[in-house]
């Protein structure tokens, strides 16, 4: 049986400041083995995903279909979300407050992590909200296409009270001619920052002529400028700082000056969205379960399998190694090890994709989930310690398959006494894990 070092600051390998209460058990382990297929319970197409976690998220699709996971996707939970249009796309501030649209711009809205969700706005004949993203629990933006009599208009709108009410931009159909009338709408937004957003959009002329446009707003809204075409019209699009992004059109395009000019990547995977967690780890996910991973901003992309020939709609990395990918008929693909079927990981921070996930809640009155995810099977020691570095209580050890478990802690100790409130550690070693990692936690 493997006994954990001395505790020094060397072999200590992670750290979880807890605060706590209740059961001790063991959840089956998932895959590491690249991206693998979680269960959906339902087979509608999934078009939004919003993780605030490792562990917690929503994903929404068609027929009103909400899903809910706290488990890092291990089980998947249908919300109550009051309506069966299509829903679109996604977005949470926190595990607390989020926001869903959908078809005939209907908007969601919940406070409490979507055991119930309200109606801000409601269904409208109309076409639906093509992206959404919250910035907090109070400002939040969105944009889509609206019917503006004889045409439509592509607009984007924020809101600076939760949706209460809304500020606006509708895109000008400039005259070209002899294009002097069209229709217009919004594909996907992106919001850097309070001051700094873009969105992307068509125009499609009366003569059934279509151009591709973008645009900036670097005062949060009061101006926009129309950035010089060629642009991609993109479906998805994410900014790393307000001058690095991403885009798609079919393929994945970079810019590097604000979207003043944009170089088409060198992949021949199709992309419909991306996901990058700094200026050089993304991915994309397109048609026919097209996955692609970059490592260096995008220089050279690797496909990754999918196991899925499905049409993969939405993407979402919440760190160099935990992602989800969401797609038609009820798809739904997740990795913990950055989709790299032999587990290793290029984490600048860790190194592995062996590490312990903060724990859930945080703090917490009645019990605490504690989940550590390896990238390969190994020996482990996972224990909770106080101030002082005593061990109070043994949570897991032995050898453990790779893949995630979870913990669950009553905030006892190893006599059955409850501890006091304070600050403690829990701490995961062992021959294999793969190198220190530190994390913490107050009851």
């Known amino acids: 049986m493997y006994r954990h070092p001395p505790i020094t600051t060397g072999i200590m390998v ?50 009103g279909v909400i899903l809910h996971t706290t488990d890092g996707g291990a089980h998947w939970v249908t919300q109550f979300s ?33 055991a119930t969700w309200q109606m801000i706005d409601q269904p409208q004949q109309d076409y639906p909200w093509a992206q959404i993203q919250a910035l907090d629990s109070q400002r939040v933006w969105r944009g889509g296409t609206v019917i503006e009599e004889p045409f439509t208009s592509g607009v984007i709108e924020w809101s600076g009270n939760g949706g209460a009410s809304w500020s ?33 959009a068509y125009r499609r002329w009366y003569d059934g002529s279509q151009d591709n446009t973008m645009f900036r707003t670097s005062d949060g809204g009061t101006t926009w400028v129309e950035l010089p075409p060629p642009q991609p019209g993109s479906p998805g699009m994410q900014f790393l700082n307000p001058t690095v992004g991403y885009a798609t059109y079919g393929y994945v395009y970079k810019t590097t ?21 700094d200026v050089t780890h993304g991915w994309s996910v397109g048609p026919d379960g097209d996955i692609g991973a970059t490592s260096d901003g ?45 587990g290793s990981v290029a984490d600048p921070a860790h190194g592995s994709a062996s590490r312990l996930l903060p724990p859930v809640p945080n703090p917490f009155s009645h019990q605490a989930r504690i989940a550590y995810e390896l990238s390969a099977s190994a020996q482990v020691f996972l224990g909770v310690f106080d101030a002082s570095g005593r061990l109070v209580r043994l949570l897991d050890e032995g050898s453990r398959a790779a893949g995630r478990h979870t913990i669950s802690w009553n905030g006892k100790d190893a006599s059955g006494i409850a501890v006091s409130r304070g600050v403690y550690f829990v701490r995961l070693n062992g021959a294999g894990v793969g190198g220190a990692q530190q994390v913490t936690i107050v009851r």
């Open 298 to 342: 995008g220089t050279t992309w690797v496909q990754q399998a999918s196991g899925t020939t499905q049409t993969l709609n939405r993407v979402q990395f919440v760190d160099y190694s935990v992602g989800t990918a969401v797609g038609n008929q009820g798809t739904i693909l997740h990795t913990i090890s950055g989709g790299d079927p032999t």
């Open 14 to 63: 992670s750290v979880v400041i807890l605060a706590l209460f209740g059961l001790l058990s063991l959840t089956g382990p998932a895959r590491a083995d690249g991206w693998y297929t979680q269960t959906a319970p339902t087979t509608v197409n999934l078009t939004g995903v919003s993780f605030v976690s490792a562990d917690e998220g929503w994903i929404c699709g068609g027929a």
């Open 257 to 277: 000056d604000a979207g003043n000019t944009w170089t088409m990547q060198p992949t021949s995977l199709m992309a419909t969205q991306v996901s990058f967690v």
């Open 82 to 114: 009051g309506t069966t249009l299509n829903l679109v796309d996604v977005s949470f501030a926190n595990a607390q407050v989020g926001y869903v649209i959908g078809d005939s711009k209907i908007m969601l809205r919940t406070s409490n992590g979507g």
């Open 168 to 200: 606006g931009y509708s895109m000008p159909c400039v005259p070209y001619p002899p294009h002097n009338v069209c229709n217009a709408g919004v594909t996907s937004i992106y919001v850097v920052n309070s001051q700094v957003a873009y969105f992307s």
